[in-house]
């Protein structure tokens, strides 16, 4: 039976019905919202929005992973996350925030001095490993997403065999590492976007419940108006919200217990929608 509870350092958050995950880049090249938060007034103002709209957590990221993005250093990736960081602790002191890295340096940081409740790690632990055993020594959640190659490199003509097959392949493995060291809330990201073709997004949104099936764990999906919305309608990130919602209303009703979006109301609202519509069925 899947996890129906996540633990994010003592605040327990239920699964029963799926739960909202609010983007806040501090960064000048995302691909849809770069640059728009970046000093202290606006990271709040962005903070409040997604708090007041409905979101369980505040996802901040201070790496741009968009197509061909600059590799930042370290030190500059820290300090944007301090700057964030600090700003929100001190105005929402019981506020869940996960923060969006693949450094274990700088997850360690963040949880340390920011009591972080969760990690995002685009790269599901790299190579070495490293951030599973900064996850485990925090007790905390960890969001373990599919990536093929680095954002510097993932579009360039990616190729599978077997899209599924990889996919689950690598989860297996990684969530063996994982509960090896009693990492006790993993949430698997499948990371449409990452190193996939549209036509590879597609594949893994029409077979979605498979994970769930397979892993039991709990499923976020991240689709917030990225290119398999906007190219497939040939139209601008700016303009794919209604393609969003769309994507997001099929990953919920294939099992989709977070979302991850720059939207929050939108995707709040299709929870709703969607949850009436099953507790609809079961009175039948």
Request: aromatic fraction near 8%.
């Amino acid at each position: 039976m899947a996890k129906k509870t996540i633990n994010f350092r003592g605040q327990i958050v239920e699964l029963n019905k799926p739960i909202v995950m609010g983007i806040l880049n501090v960064t000048p090249d995302s691909f849809f919202d770069g640059g728009r938060y970046f000093d202290q007034k606006s990271i709040l103002q962005r903070a409040k929005q997604i708090l007041d709209q409905g979101a369980k957590i505040i996802d901040v990221g201070a790496y741009s992973s968009r197509p061909g993005a600059e590799d930042i250093p370290e030190h500059e990736e820290l300090r944007r996350l301090n700057m964030a960081l600090s700003v929100i602790r001190e105005n929402f002191p019981d506020a869940i925030i996960s923060v969006d890295t693949f450094r274990p340096k700088i997850a360690e940081q963040v949880l340390k001095d920011f009591n972080v409740q969760m990690i995002n790690d685009i790269m599901g632990g790299g190579q070495d490993f490293e951030m599973y055993n900064v996850v485990a020594k925090y007790n905390v959640p960890y969001v373990l997403m599919h990536i093929k190659g680095t954002p510097q490199t993932m579009q360039k003509n990616p190729s599978y065999d077997d899209v599924m097959q990889e996919i689950i392949l690598y989860f297996a493995e990684r969530l063996y590492r994982l509960r090896g060291l009693h990492v006790n809330d993993v949430i698997i990201d499948p990371g449409f976007g990452f190193g996939k073709t549209l036509e590879h997004n597609y594949q893994i949104l029409s077979r979605l419940e498979q994970f769930k099936t397979l892993f039991k764990e709990p499923l976020l999906v991240g689709v917030s108006r990225k290119s398999m919305i906007y190219r497939l309608l040939n139209i601008t990130p700016e303009q794919a919200l209604n393609g969003t919602t769309v994507v997001n209303t099929i990953a919920l009703l294939k099992g989709a217990d977070i979302l991850r979006v720059h939207d929050v109301r939108p995707a709040v609202e299709a929870i709703e929608i969607v949850e009436q519509m099953k507790a609809a069925a079961t009175m039948v």
